[in-house]
Structures are given as structure tokens and as C-alpha cells.
């Protein structure tokens, strides 16, 4: 459903977001290690939610990555999924053809349209805190 990126960004910025909440900054080494991530695919990753305003790159010795509390109460789901993949989730074909639509229905369009609505609803509705305190109290995991 989301792309390869788009799995790592949700992982970066949930633990970038834990990290803040302890008043941390991550360093890439630390992201790509905790998320299971490649080193250099998730720098491209951290840079694109940097560019779209989702997670703060600080520069220099004591620099990483962090967001601020506010952002972190504010942040919804949705916001990561579109810096990175736009509106494909909400907008693709669950069989991946290019022209689907409800004049031209693949076999199964019907059925994902309903389903493409739920995942709207979970990803406006979830806030990046909520990721991130799952994660604090161990009730959620980043990497298996």
C-alpha cells in the first residue's frame, strides 16, 4: 500500500519523534539502526521530510534530527504519507493499473474505494504522539 520509502519515513519520524519526546536528537546511524532502515536510502528519506517541514535537520556537532513537542502533538499520519509518496495512497488502483476509475473499474475497484476510505480516516486521525508513546511505553515496536 505504501511505498518502500514510505514505510521508512513513517519509522524514521516515530522514532525521530520519541527521541524529541526525551529531548534527544537522532543522528542518521541511530534512525537507520532502530528502523531497520539502509543508510543511505534513509538519509534520502530524512532529507525529503526535512524539505516538506515534517522533521527539523540540525547542523554541527551536537546536530541530528528532532521535531518539536507541538508539531508532535499536531503532526497527522497523513502529513508523513503525503510528504513522501503525495496522494497515491488515497488515488491508486489496488491492482496497481494505471487508468482505474469508476468508469473504467478494475475487478476489484469497488471494494477498495471503501477501503482506501478507511485508511484515510486512520491516517488523518493519528497523530504522530500517539505513534511515538506507543513506541515509550512498549506497547508498539519499530523493528521486528
Known sequence: MFSKACEYGIRATTYIALQSLEGKRASLKDIARETNSPEAFTAKILQQLSKNNIIDSVQGATGGFQIVRSKIDQLKLSEIVYAIDGDNVYTGCGLGLEK????????????????????????????????????EVGLTYLKR
Open 100 to 135: 482505474c476509475n469508476a468508469n473504467k473499474p478494475c475487478p476489484v475497484h469497488d471494494k477498495f474505494v471503501a477501503i482506501r476510505n478507511d485508511l484515510r480516516n486512520m491516517l488523518e486521525s493519528t497523530t504522530l504522539f500517539e505513534m511515538a508513546s506507543g513506541l
